[in-house]
Nanobody, 114 residues
Framework: QVQLVESGGGLAQPGGSLRLSCAASGSIFSISAMGWYRQAPGKAREVVARIGSGGSTNYATSVKGRFTISRDNAKNTVYLQMNSLKPEDTAVYYC????????WGKGTLVTVSS
């Protein structure tokens, strides 16, 4: 089994930055892709960014150029650097991994407001 624990959420002003971290534990050898999803109030969960085991990345159009996903395999951790934050980025952000099945963290709240 894989366990994912997120950290780094909080309150940011529009135009500000936050960095999310997600530490994986358990059967980490089985993980291929990792990433971040988010769910805003009243909306469906959506992909934000994903990174493969070889480092390939893909991003939602809405965050491209503002968010950067990275992965430290030695620390079994994936990061999401979020810059130029907008109020519409407000959501619960979930860490995700794939090892033949979806595994989810519990989520961390990001609020962008002045």
């Amino acid at each position: 089994q894989v366990q994912l624990v997120e950290s780094g959420g909080g309150l940011a002003q529009p135009g500000g930055s936050l960095r999310l971290s997600c530490a994986a534990s358990g059967s980490i050898f089985s993980i291929s892709a990792m990433g971040w999803y988010r769910q805003a109030p009243g909306k469906a969960r959506e992909v934000v960014a994903r990174i493969g085991s070889g480092g390939s990345t893909n991003y939602a159009t809405s965050v491209k150029g503002r968010f950067t996903i990275s992965r430290d395999n030695a620390k079994n951790t994936v990061y999401l650097q979020m810059n130029s934050l907008k109020p519409e980025d407000t959501a619960v952000y979930y860490c995700w991994s794939w090892n033949g099945m979806d595994v989810w963290g519990k989520g961390t709240l990001v609020t962008v407001s002045s």
